[in-house]
């Protein structure tokens, strides 16, 4: 059937069952916007920065499993997504982003609002695609959609100048969509499912890290079984988090720079570390040469070019984990490793993460009532910095698609939208945006969206006046000298009352638990401005490039320790 | 361990491949020593020859980086003693009628060719495995190497 570019675009999400898209209107992208209005199953939120509209779709599609979609205009439209599409890249988020580029006649030519945002994308993105004929948009669309959620998942960019949404063509999407230059990896082989599992059944110090490939594969249940099966304690990387239930007697939480100390000094001391679905980034492994220096390493992942990128692998496991890891499973002994046990129990007594209850009130109790009130069943978005290893170390979840974090990129401003995204995705779902007062105010202008679609998201904004992590940091490392750590803050209850969201200011611990109460009551965005001790760190910590046997712990737990493995 | 490796990867003809590839180079901070490209025996496809040096692991890891691209189909490391390796090298050199008569015979000698005739120089074309064109242009220089244009390694599999 002849139809135009744009029709084939709106066509293309439809099919795809994208229910929201969130974007910004732009002269290129008028044709689309035009189109846009005769899709009403397709909802379109404007959003008030581009950056937000790819970190909502960011958010849409962690808190679902499905590709999330966002659009931008051409020129700093394009441009002002960048950072988003930086952000899903590195947690492989599956993303399909359309930016409206100038007429195909005009491109090179310096055109008003032009950039060439394909070349700009090249490192960013999966895959980008600069159609320049009507006739390849629903091949392109359909690959899209095929490269973003298949494999190791990621964003994928499509470039559509003016007069390609104006074309008309009658060119149908493809029944089936390939590339011979696309590969999927084929089932894990078998000898190395064998091996693997040989591994464990002879292992007697064995940890299981799970990352964020677990969540995306859906594979938690295997997993589940696993730890129950071979008796092997499950450590999270930050994106894992919520594959694994945080109350399960076997879960250690998250290991690394701010991981928990039992996990960091479990892994020094393992003779066999598991990856699945994760990638040794430096944030976990600490130093590379010190890492779990007397484990063997056995690695699960979707994709070949991690093998051996950080951490050399004894044993290499190629596949999708919804196949691999359920073989992995069936083909592991079942084992108990009480001794194993017994020494985890006692770095956990030792080296606990502790809430204080002596009158301050710390960004620590904003977390520990956020998960007391909702039984660690809301979603949890954070920014990146202080707050969010806190929300890390104190939010207990319990199910996948929970957990909304920039963890790759550490992109501040990150948080509110993305929440947004979940909550537009799940309206029914309670949704948390723990916060800092720097990051918030990147991009706190999506308040009026919240407002204006009554968009029931919580935003727990830890104000402390401080860039937390920075004055860490330099408090730690930079002698106390603190440059430009310190900020001056609007005052939020105006704000809130600016934007029409609900307010509730807390300064006190014992006001915590009722605030997010009162929050959950409202049913529309509230702002929960939680006035925090204004100079708090994170413990433990293992200080950049130094070795995870290098524990800092919190002066209230234990001296700095080195773990002898 | 750090050596030379000849690369050919078997690529989609689209817009833009040429820039996807060398982004990776520059991304992982692996320098690129020649890159020669042309049409091959499947439509649609180039075939591409890539000269790098570099750490073994380094490579590895970009050429995993360059097969997840979609335009790339086949990426394969040659080994030097199962693969056929060429280039062509345009040589001008300073050639006085007087000096003319020793330089062709040298450059028959040594199995290049005269492409063209000036007033006082000379252009060669040569080919040859790399280390042959080395040797050749240490034969000329005496003479006055004016010009070199080469076209970078193309390489073949042989079994």
């Given at each position: 059937m002849t139809r135009t570019g744009a029709t084939v675009v709106m066509e293309a999400l439809a099919r795809h069952g994208v229910d929201v898209m969130f974007g910004y209107p732009g002269g290129v992208v008028l044709p689309l916007y035009d189109e846009m209005l005769n899709w009403p199953q397709v909802k379109h939120v404007l959003v008030?920065?581009e950056?937000?509209a790819?970190?909502?779709a960011?958010?849409?599609?962690?808190?679902?499993?499905?590709v999330g979609v966002c659009l931008g205009t051409s020129?700093?439209g394009a441009?002002?997504l960048?950072?988003?599409?930086?952000?899903?890249?590195?947690?492989?988020?599956?993303?399909v982003v359309l930016t409206g580029q100038v007429n195909t006649?005009?491109?090179?030519?310096?055109?008003?609002q032009?950039?060439?945002?394909?070349?700009?994308?090249?490192?960013?993105?999966?895959?980008?695609y600069l159609v320049t004929d009507v006739d390849d948009l629903p091949r392109v669309m359909a690959e899209a959609f095929?490269?973003?959620?298949?494999?190791?998942?990621?964003?994928v960019l499509v470039d559509i100048p003016k007069d390609v949404f104006q074309g008309k063509t009658d060119v149908d999407f493809?029944?089936?969509?390939?590339?011979?230059?696309?590969?999927?990896?084929?089932?894990?082989?078998?000898?190395?499912?064998?091996?693997?599992?040989?591994?464990?059944?002879?292992?007697?110090?064995?940890?299981?890290?799970?990352?964020?490939?677990?969540?995306?594969?859906?594979?938690?249940?295997?997993?589940?079984?696993?730890?129950?099966?071979?008796?092997?304690?499950?450590?999270?990387?930050?994106?894992?988090?919520?594959?694994?239930?945080?109350?399960?007697?076997?879960?250690?939480?998250?290991?690394?720079?701010?991981?928990?100390?039992?996990?960091?000094?479990?892994?020094?001391?393992?003779?066999?570390?598991?990856?699945?679905?994760?990638?040794?980034?430096?944030?976990?492994?600490?130093?590379?040469?010190?890492?779990?220096?007397?484990?063997?390493?056995?690695?699960?992942?979707?994709?070949?070019?991690?093998?051996?990128?950080?951490?050399?692998?004894?044993?290499?496991?190629?596949?999708?984990?919804?196949?691999?890891?359920?073989?992995?499973?069936?083909?592991?002994?079942?084992?108990?490793?009480?001794?194993?046990?017994?020494?985890?129990?006692?770095?956990?007594?030792?080296?606990?993460?502790?809430?204080?209850?002596?009158?301050?009130?710390?960004?620590?109790?904003?977390?520990?009532?956020?998960?007391?009130?909702?039984?660690?069943?809301?979603?949890?978005?954070?920014?990146?910095?202080?707050?969010?290893?806190?929300?890390?170390?104190?939010?207990?979840?319990?199910?996948?698609?929970?957990?909304?974090?920039?963890?790759?990129?550490?992109?501040?401003?990150?948080?509110?939208?993305?929440?947004?995204?979940?909550?537009?995705?799940?309206?029914?779902?309670?949704?948390?945006?723990?916060?800092?007062?720097?990051?918030?105010?990147?991009?706190?202008?999506?308040?009026?969206?919240?407002?204006?679609?009554?968009?029931?998201?919580?935003?727990?904004?830890?104000?402390?006046?401080?860039?937390?992590?920075?004055?860490?940091?330099?408090?730690?490392?930079?002698?106390?000298?603190?440059?430009?750590?310190?900020?001056?803050?609007?005052?939020?209850?105006?704000?809130?009352?600016?934007?029409?969201?609900?307010?509730?200011?807390?300064?006190?611990?014992?006001?915590?638990?009722?605030?997010?109460?009162?929050?959950?009551?409202?049913?529309?965005?509230?702002?929960?401005?939680?006035?925090?001790?204004?100079?708090?760190?994170?413990?433990?910590?293992?200080?950049?490039?130094?070795?995870?046997?290098?524990?800092?712990?919190?002066?209230?737990?234990?001296?700095?320790?080195?773990?002898?493995? | 361990?750090?050596?030379?490796?000849?690369?050919?990867?078997?690529?989609?003809?689209?817009?833009?491949?040429?820039?996807?590839?060398?982004?990776?180079?520059?991304?992982?901070?692996?320098?690129?020593?020649?890159?020669?490209?042309?049409?091959?025996?499947?439509?649609?496809?180039?075939?591409?020859?890539?000269?790098?040096?570099?750490?073994?692991?380094?490579?590895?890891?970009?050429?995993?980086?360059?097969?997840?691209?979609?335009?790339?189909?086949?990426?394969?490391?040659?080994?030097?003693?199962?693969?056929?390796?060429?280039?062509?090298?345009?040589?001008?050199?300073?050639?006085?009628?007087?000096?003319?008569?020793?330089?062709?015979?040298?450059?028959?000698?040594?199995?290049?060719?005269?492409?063209?005739?000036?007033?006082?120089?000379?252009?060669?074309?040569?080919?040859?495995?790399?280390?042959?064109?080395?040797?050749?242009?240490?034969?000329?220089?005496?003479?006055?190497?004016?010009?070199?244009?080469?076209?970078?390694?193309?390489?073949?599999?042989?079994?």
């Open positions: 008030r920065h950056q937000c790819a970190h909502m960011d958010g849409y599609a962690r808190a679902t499993g499905k020129g700093p441009t002002n960048v950072t988003g599409i930086a952000t899903a890249m590195m947690d492989s988020v599956p993303m006649w005009a491109i090179g030519t310096d055109a008003f032009e950039t060439d945002i394909q070349g700009i994308t090249i490192p960013i993105t999966k895959h980008n095929y490269l973003a959620n298949t494999g190791r998942k990621g964003p493809p029944e089936a969509t390939q590339r011979r230059g696309y590969l999927l990896p084929g089932p894990a082989l078998q000898e190395m499912i064998d091996e693997a599992a040989e591994l464990l059944n002879s292992a007697e110090r064995p940890v299981v890290i799970a990352g964020a490939g677990v969540v995306w594969s859906e594979t938690h249940k295997a997993l589940a079984e696993l730890a129950e099966k071979a008796d092997v304690p499950i450590i999270n990387s930050l994106l894992g988090l919520g594959s694994f239930d945080r109350d399960d007697p076997r879960s250690l939480g998250m290991m690394g720079m701010h991981g928990e100390a039992a996990g960091t000094i479990a892994t020094q001391h393992a003779d066999l570390v598991i990856g699945i679905g994760m990638r040794f980034d430096d944030r976990l492994t600490g130093k590379m040469s010190g890492f779990a220096p007397n484990a063997r390493k056995i690695h699960f992942d979707i994709d070949p070019t991690e093998f051996g990128k950080a951490i050399p692998a004894y044993c290499r496991v190629l596949g999708d984990l919804a196949d691999s890891l359920p073989r992995f499973v069936q083909a592991v002994k079942p084992a108990k490793h009480p001794e194993w046990w017994a020494e985890i129990r006692r770095w956990r007594e030792s080296y606990p993460l502790i809430v204080p209850d002596d009158g301050r009130f710390l960004a620590r109790h904003v977390v520990d009532s956020l998960n007391r009130v909702t039984k660690g069943n809301a979603v949890v978005s954070t920014d990146v910095g202080q707050h969010q290893m806190w929300a890390a170390q104190f939010y207990k979840f319990h199910q996948p698609f929970n957990w909304l974090s920039s963890g790759g990129l550490g992109t501040m401003g990150y948080g509110f939208p993305a929440a947004m995204g979940a909550q537009f995705a799940r309206p029914d779902a309670e949704v948390w945006c723990v916060v800092g007062d720097g990051g918030f105010q990147m991009t706190l202008q999506e308040l009026i969206v919240a407002a204006e679609h009554k968009l029931p998201v919580k935003i727990a904004l830890i104000n402390n006046g401080f860039l937390g992590m920075i004055r860490q940091w330099q408090e730690m490392f930079y002698d106390n000298r603190y440059s430009h750590a310190h900020m001056a803050n609007p005052d939020y209850s105006k704000l809130a009352e600016a934007y029409g969201v609900g307010f509730i200011r807390v300064t006190k611990q014992e006001d915590m638990d009722e605030a997010v109460r009162q929050a959950e009551a409202i049913d529309g965005p509230v702002l929960v401005e939680c006035v925090v001790q204004m100079e708090e760190n994170v413990y433990p910590m293992v200080a950049a490039g130094a070795a995870n046997d290098d524990l800092i712990m919190d002066p209230a737990v234990a001296p700095r320790e080195k773990v002898k493995a | 361990m750090r050596r030379q490796h000849v690369v050919t990867a078997l690529l989609e003809n689209q817009v833009g491949t040429l820039n996807r590839l060398t982004s990776v180079f520059r991304r992982k901070g692996v320098s690129l020593e020649s890159l020669s490209v042309g049409d091959c025996e499947q439509s649609g496809y180039s075939r591409m020859t890539l000269v790098v040096s570099g750490d073994d692991s380094d490579l590895n890891v970009v050429m995993g980086q360059l097969l997840k691209l979609l335009d790339v189909v086949d990426i394969q490391d040659l080994k030097v003693d199962s693969s056929v390796r060429r280039e062509l090298a345009l040589v001008r050199v300073g050639a006085s009628p007087q000096q003319r008569g020793e330089i062709i015979e040298v450059v028959h000698v040594m199995g290049g060719r005269v492409a063209h005739l000036a007033k006082d120089d000379l252009t060669v074309e040569f080919t040859d495995e790399p280390r042959k064109i080395e040797h050749f242009l240490s034969l000329m220089e005496p003479y006055g190497l004016r010009e070199v244009v080469r076209t970078g390694t193309a390489a073949m599999r042989v079994d």
